[in-house]
């Protein structure tokens, strides 16, 4: 099954969090990669994340796309990016995990780090091979028409008030 959790609003993380704590409570696996976040950054669930048995935790970003004092060559970016996508068809296809979590990945569509099209045929592919075993869940702010299509579950996170909106900063805890 494809689980797609977009919007502008908080907690995309946090839900998929929260559905690999749920499988984890069944006995299974989850593998969780982050496709923008970098070692540079740590969060409360890396921390937590890579402390339980049965969860594969990778940081695959390099960092905030062009913001927050990000000036690296957006090459770079996408070879990260990349990186991260095919160890993700490698852990999809192992069948090891019960819950593949591809966190950011819309984010990584939409500042064209990886071609969506590419990553639509794995999907679609990789869910008629892995049948009912593997669950995938993507995160991230949009997602393209072509993903939501064959979505079996599409969830929007709408912003409706954030402390951001006060130029309040982001604090452990809350937002990572």
């Known amino acids: 099954m494809i689980l797609l959790l977009?919007?502008?609003g908080k907690g995309k993380t946090t839900s998929a969090i929260g559905q690999a704590i749920r499988v984890l409570g069944h006995g299974g696996k989850v593998a969780f990669l982050q496709f923008i976040k970098s070692d540079k950054f740590?969060?409360?669930e890396e921390k937590i994340l890579k402390s339980l048995k049965d969860v594969y935790f990778y940081k695959g970003g390099l960092g905030f796309v062009g913001i927050m004092g990000d000036n690296l060559p957006l090459v770079e970016h996408k070879r990260?990016?990349?990186k991260t996508f095919n160890l993700a068809k490698k852990i999809i296809l192992s069948k090891k995990y019960n819950l593949v979590v591809l966190d950011e990945i819309n984010n990584a569509l939409q500042l064209k780090l990886l071609k969506t099209k590419d990553v639509v045929e794995f999907l679609k592919a990789a869910k008629k091979k892995?049948?009912?075993?593997v669950?995938?869940?993507?995160t991230g702010r949009g997602a393209p028409k072509s993903l939501i299509k064959i979505a079996d579950l599409v969830s929007e996170?709408?912003?409706v008030k954030h402390p951001f909106q006060k130029n309040i900063k982001a604090r452990?805890?809350?937002?990572?």
């Open 80 to 82: 990260a990016a990349e």
């Open 157 to 159: 996170v709408v912003d």
């Open 172 to 176: 452990k805890g809350r937002e990572f």
């Open 135 to 138: 669950d995938m869940f993507l």
């Open 6 to 8: 977009i919007g502008n």
């Open 130 to 133: 892995i049948g009912e075993g």
């Open 42 to 44: 740590k969060t409360g």
